[in-house]
């Protein structure tokens, strides 16, 4: 009988914040894939779980993936972590995974910390809908060009960020998507956690004046407080209500308050 694949949640800085259902499926598994092994032997040691571990990482992680699956179907259990937080976000594993499922093999959670959830929660910007979009791009040209296809969504975005390259981030969010509200969360669950809150030139200013700029960040970046303008024409935009059952006068109405208008002028528009 095939064994079971845990994909197991670690704490991200604070190793307090490991679950007991986690723990537990480090001790009963029959190895556990790092993504450093050296990094992992730290949390093991810690509590004392004397397991194999075997390493897979960007470079090795296809060629990791076959042998993995071919010792769950020997039966073995096995228990994938990642240096910290939980597997796959922004970190190898996912082929692993993948090759699993596509093997017939059943691909556990077990869940815990996310530095994304975690920044989020205490972020003070709207959880009611984010997008996590991973690092930014290293490039200038690259980074703009990702902002502005990003810049007509509704939601909190939410980005992990190297601390060498914050400055020129802050820089080009400012550039592309204007004045809104940016949260840089950083160590988090860590001895030195910090959160930085306000427009994003306000937040470089402040961490410019550092010597040296340290740790994981987690970068989020609040809702547009300024619409985005509606470029429909007017007789479309019309149109458009009616077809959803808006009464013509009602529509009028409604497209003139969206666009700042007075009815009369809407209605000259459709008329001329």
Known sequence: ???VLYVVSTPIGNLEDITFRALRILRESDLIACEDTRQTRKLLDHFGIAKPTVSYHEHNESARAGELVDRLLSGENIALVSDAGTPLVSDPGYRVVVAAIAA?????????PSAALAALS????????FRFCGFLPAKTTQRKKLLE?????TCTLIFYEAPH??????DDIAAVLGPREVVIARELTKLHEEFLRGPAPDIRARLAERPVIRGEIT????????PEPDDTPIADAVRA????????MEAIKQVAKARGLHK?????????
């Not at 209500?241 to 013509?248: A, I, K, S, T």
């Open 1 to 3: 009988m095939p064994g």
């Open 104 to 112: 017939g093999i059943t691909v556990t959670p077990i869940p815990g």
């Open 264 to 272: 009369r002028d809407v209605y000259r528009a459709l008329t001329s």
């Open 122 to 129: 205490a972020s003070g910007l709207a959880p009611d809908s």
């Open 219 to 226: 970068l989020l970046i609040g809702k547009s407080a300024i």
């Open 241 to 248: 209500l009616e077809q959803q059952g808006v009464p013509r």
């Open 149 to 153: 296809e990003l810049k007509r969504e």
């Open 165 to 170: 390259r914050i400055l020129d981030a802050l």
